[in-house]
């Protein structure tokens, strides 16, 4: 019976394979920390091999800046952490699909690689600017021990680092650019093969910002730079120019499968078209029918049918349409002549035939997607007039994005959660168009500062405050709604309620007890405690919610408990897999859950006596469950 790991996948070992395929001549083995051979690569001969050319001292077009290396080992390197589940702090855990975690984001990123490999549609994210007053993760490997230790920051309850990265930093951009690449790293294997990601930015880090996007998605991979005027008054006060606009950058997985939706059109666009001459088709406005540039067969007389009056093309000018083409159009009263006939011809152009809606431009107004202004209102409306945030982001900003690429059913990934407006504006689109967009937001606790609002209102970390910003959102969206169904009119279908709910996870160290000791350190007392090597405050559900993570399977799906004689079994995602994490599991629960021929099983390793009870399992399974999947932790 196979042991499940515990522990992210090595990315490094991962890749090294997937090379392998491709050029076996290059792999080759070396010695690891402890002495032990691996599979490594000579890169000598992989450059030989991607080159006709030796490719020593030739210079290259090449992006990079110090720590660049160490932020490529770090996003590959595997972790011994896992996610806890919170269900106090959550909002209808039995039913809802949206997630909220709380975390270093790269660990979490980490943890989220097989269970959302190629799954989520959209990513939105606000990350530092890099002003050289925020704070950005710095991670351990960015320095060593002692330059840890000495320098001054915050942390989290885990000792995640958050530095002030001010300009005076020998590596200011450098510390950002290492934060930046390894997350987006990660990112990037999240999304499906037509997924994007958003990523807001200021002109301070926007040239890094492309350079590293470049590298992760591919260069061929760039959607759009989308300018938003962030600010829509002038700052009178400012030194050289007023700074009115940010920008969002918008990378595509792969380009060639990505779909762009149409944004809505406007009153102002519809309030062109009128119906002078009452056509049953309905309003219109008119074009042009002539075009620039002399052509043999463009000139030719057209007769007004009202009133017999001729026309014909300015000279260096033709009809765009030939003469048959044009006589059914007017036939047809396709053209029109003015009210009263003697009006050089137009087009008609029909509302009726205007597609749907308007393809977006880069240039997003504030009047259309709000401001900074707009969007501190929204926060400090939904908290009763406090202000817990600086500069948070407008809900209609991020749902424009979320309109143009992602539909019905898709997942929305918002790693810099901050006040979490991409929940709201998930929640915000599902009540609008009755869709059922999930969303997961990852945020550090980053404390609050002792002297802000936020804190003397009794939130100690910005996810309490993200959390209660969705509670407070997700009711008011659904109270709305069911006022809106209190006021149809007959035959029309009420709206339903959307998603407003979500599971709170924490990560936390592995739920396995650290099992490697030199000899000198073991006792007597210690080897009575390795009888079970899962740590004593972990639950059923910790070690459940540890085995989805590890097998890929999503943590939103159904999950329920049952009791067979007296024992606690989990079911998840109707009999997707079924886990049993009590101790002493008799032969004729083992043989029930067998009976129910999971798709896989798992059980407690301390659970069974002997080998031998372990192989009756096997056998168990062999016999009522062959096609199961049968491990341990």
Request: with cysteine.
């Amino acid at each position: 019976m196979d042991k499940m790991k515990q522990e992210t996948a090595d990315l490094t070992q991962e890749n090294i394979a997937l090379i392998g395929e491709l050029f076996p001549n290059v792999i080759t083995e070396m010695k690891d920390e402890n002495g032990k051979l691996k599979k490594g690569i000579n890169f000598e001969i992989l450059k030989q091999e991607l080159s006709g050319d030796v490719v020593d001292g030739e210079e290259s077009y090449d992006f990079t800046w110090v720590g660049k290396k160490a932020s490529i080992v770090e996003a590959n390197t595997p972790i011994r952490k896992t996610l806890r589940p919170c269900i106090e702090e959550s909002k209808n855990w039995e039913t809802t699909e949206n997630l909220y975690i709380e975390g270093d984001n790269l660990d979490i990123l980490k943890l989220l690689q097989e269970s959302y490999l190629n799954s989520v549609k959209m990513i939105y994210i606000d990350p530092p600017y890099n002003t050289g007053k925020d704070f950005i993760y710095r991670d351990r490997f960015m320095m060593d021990k002692e330059e840890y230790e000495e320098q001054l920051g915050m942390y989290d309850e885990e000792e995640n680092r958050l530095f002030k990265n001010t300009d005076t930093n020998g590596r200011f951009h450098s510390d950002w650019c290492s934060m930046m690449y390894s997350r987006l790293k990660l990112a990037r294997s999240s999304l499906t093969e037509d997924g994007v990601i958003f990523i807001s930015i200021d002109d301070g880090e926007i040239r890094n910002i492309r350079n590293i996007c470049d590298e992760i998605f591919g260069e061929s991979n760039f959607v759009a730079c989308l300018v938003w005027q962030r600010i829509h008054s002038t700052k009178n006060d400012a030194k050289y120019f007023s700074e009115n606009h940010e920008y969002i950058v918008c990378y595509a997985k792969s380009i060639n499968n990505v779909s762009v939706g149409l944004l809505p059109r406007t009153a102002k666009m519809n309030e062109r078209y009128k119906n002078p001459d009452n056509d049953p088709r309905g309003p219109w406005q008119s074009g042009d029918l002539v075009a620039s540039g002399e052509r043999s067969n463009g000139h030719f007389i057209v007769k007004s049918p009202k009133t017999g009056k001729e026309f014909d093309v300015p000279q260096g000018k033709h009809w765009v349409y030939s003469e048959e083409n044009l006589k059914k159009l007017v036939d047809d009263n396709q053209i029109w002549f003015g009210v009263d006939g003697n009006s050089f011809p137009r087009k008609k152009r029909f509302l009726s035939d205007v597609q749907d809606g308007r393809t977006p431009n880069t240039l997003w107004l504030s009047e259309e997607v709000g401001h900074n202004q707009s969007a501190t209102r929204e926060v400090s409306q939904i908290f009763d007039g406090f202000k817990f945030f600086d500069f948070p982001k407008p809900v209609d900003l991020i749902k424009r994005c979320i309109l143009l690429f992602a539909r019905n059913n898709d997942i929305v990934l918002d790693f810099f959660s901050g006040s979490a407006t991409t929940a709201h504006a998930v929640m915000q689109i599902n009540a609008e168009d009755g869709g059922n967009r999930k969303f997961i937001m990852v945020q550090l606790p980053e404390p609050c500062d002792e002297k802000s609002e936020a804190f003397r209102a009794g939130y100690k970390n910005i996810c309490e405050i993200g959390k209660e910003r969705i509670r407070r959102a997700g009711d008011q969206i659904n109270e709305e709604i069911e006022e809106g169904n209190k006021q149809l009119k007959l035959g029309e279908e009420p709206k339903k309620p959307v998603d407003i709910g979500f599971k709170v996870f924490k990560t936390d160290t592995t739920n396995m007890k650290d099992i490697y000791y030199a000899a000198s350190a073991y006792t007597q007392n210690l080897l009575t405690d390795q009888i079970s090597n899962i740590k004593e405050d972990r639950t059923g559900l910790d070690l459940l919610y540890g085995v989805l993570l590890e097998w890929g399977l999503s943590l939103s799906l159904k999950h329920e408990i049952e009791e067979i004689d007296g024992i606690k079994i989990h079911i998840v995602d109707n009999d997707s897999l079924i886990a049993c994490f009590t101790e002493n599991i008799s032969e004729a629960v083992v043989r029930e859950i067998a009976k129910r021929q999971p798709l896989r099983a798992v059980f407690r390793d301390s659970s069974f006596a002997s080998s031998s009870d372990k192989i009756n399992v096997e056998e168990i399974f062999k016999l009522h469950a062959p096609n199961t999947t049968v491990k341990v932790i």
